[in-house]
């Protein structure tokens, strides 16, 4: 008893198309790791900043040392306002891969129901085949044993 499913390309077709929404998934949630590991650097740095200028204030310092560190905060806010949107983007980004992974394991889970469908019919075919070359067989050795 041989299965072969005709359509058999396209099953593992479908089943590498979600291997590889699987790995872009993967791929998207290492990417909004990173980006919001790079936020939290970033505010980091600003709060160190922020308490560098605090006691530079507290302290005898140049007017130009000052204004270097507040266009440094400033230029700070600018890269988190930056990063966060780059964290909506990967987050986006997340929601869609989601969202085509759950189509493609649904579209391999038909198609693999369909090959679990086709094989079923095949071996109820088989059966019925089998049955029947075996009721012939108890046929004619019940018409030679009358003989």
């Known amino acids: 008893m041989n299965f072969r499913y005709p359509l058999q390309k396209i099953v593992d077709l479908k089943g590498s198309e979600k291997s590889m929404a699987e790995w872009e998934y993967a791929s998207a949630l290492g990417r909004l790791k990173a980006e919001e590991e790079r936020l939290e650097e970033l505010r980091l740095r600003k709060e160190e900043t922020e308490r560098q200028l605090a006691e530079q204030s507290l302290r005898p310092t140049p007017l130009n040392e000052i204004l ?5 905060i400033e230029w700070l806010d600018r890269q988190v306002k930056n990063q966060l949107a ?15 992974l759950a189509d493609k394991m649904v579209d391999e889970k038909v198609w693999l129901n369909a090959k679990d469908k086709a094989r079923e019919r095949f071996r109820t075919e ?3 085949r089998e049955q029947n ?8 050795r ?5 003989a």
């Open 133 to 140: 070359e075996l009721d012939e067989m108890a046929v004619m």
């Open 68 to 72: 270097r560190l507040q266009q440094f």
């Open 142 to 146: 019940a018409a030679s044993a009358r």
């Open 86 to 100: 780059e964290v909506r983007k990967a987050e986006d980004q997340i929601v869609q891969r989601r969202q085509r």
């Open 126 to 128: 088989w059966l019925a």
